[in-house]
T-cell receptor, first 114, second 113 residues
Framework: DADVTQTPRNRITKTGKRIMLECSQT?????MYWYRQDPGLGLRLIYY???????NKGEISDGYSVSRQAQAKFSLSLESAIPNQTALYFC?????????????FGPGTRLTVL | GNSVTQMEGPVTLSEEAFLTINCTYT??????LFWYVQYPGEGLQLLLK?????DKGSNKGFEATYRKETTSFHLEKGSVQVSDSAVYFC????????????FGQGTTLQVKP
């Protein structure tokens, strides 16, 4: 079974709709992240969380919100989707390590906003 | 601020050719450096990493050396295979052990038989 799972894997929605992307992990890691991937731009950090009570904005948090329901679950919401939020979204987890965490990624959610 | 720049792709090679994907970075402090690989339809996975200057990371025949003097972490492989076709991302860790990564834009590698 995959250690980091994301649902749904694909979603098509319309402008103005509320969307929630979910991420679950069985690695027992405290740290979780949401990224979006756009062609030619690499991955950009949306939000990250070090534990259930510690949530932080990343470089592109506008238009997004998150919820850390438990150590194993971290959800990303688009309150009112817009077309430029069409992208591939990845969840990742890590465990704090001196010298730099290794992040473990889910398979991604492809979101299309029409 | 911290940033990572990778060579633009796509890179197209024949099987058994030598691979180099260039990566340079700008950072304060002493970041760790990473190469992640993304196979078609999958999430990213760690390929190798180096945590201090002159360290060499290696895995699956790939290597990269942390060069502080040239602020580089170039990825190399002596003989590529068709199965190496993927997108490769160079990344660095933000200072302060926050776990956050800053990624380059990715380089697509296509290996032809």
């Amino acid at each position: 079974d995959a250690d980091v799972t994301q649902t749904p894997r694909n979603r098509i929605t319309k402008t103005g709709k509320r969307i929630m992307l979910e991420c679950s992990q069985t690695k027992g890691h405290d740290r979780m992240y949401w990224y979006r991937q756009d062609p030619g731009l690499g991955l950009r950090l949306i939000y990250y969380s070090f534990d259930v009570k510690d949530i932080n904005k990343g470089e592109i948090s506008d238009g997004y919100s998150v919820s850390r329901q438990a150590q194993a679950k971290f959800s990303l919401s688009l309150e009112s989707a817009i077309p430029n939020q069409t992208a591939l979204y990845f969840c990742a987890t890590s465990k704090e390590l001196a010298g730099g965490d290794t992040q473990y990624f889910g398979p991604g959610t492809r979101l299309t906003v029409l | 601020g911290n940033s990572v720049t990778q060579m633009e792709g796509p890179v197209t090679l024949s099987e058994e050719a030598f691979l180099t994907i260039n990566c340079t970075y700008t950072a304060t402090g002493y970041p760790s450096l990473f190469w992640y690989v993304q196979y078609p339809g999958e999430g990213l996975q760690l390929l190798l990493k180096a945590t201090k200057a002159d360290d060499k990371g290696s895995n699956k025949g790939f290597e990269a050396t942390y060069r502080k003097e040239t602020t580089s972490f170039h990825l190399e492989k002596g003989s590529v295979q068709v199965s190496d076709s993927a997108v490769y991302f160079c990344a660095l860790s933000s200072s302060g052990n926050t776990g956050k990564l800053i990624f380059g834009q990715g380089t697509t590698l296509q290996v032809k038989p």
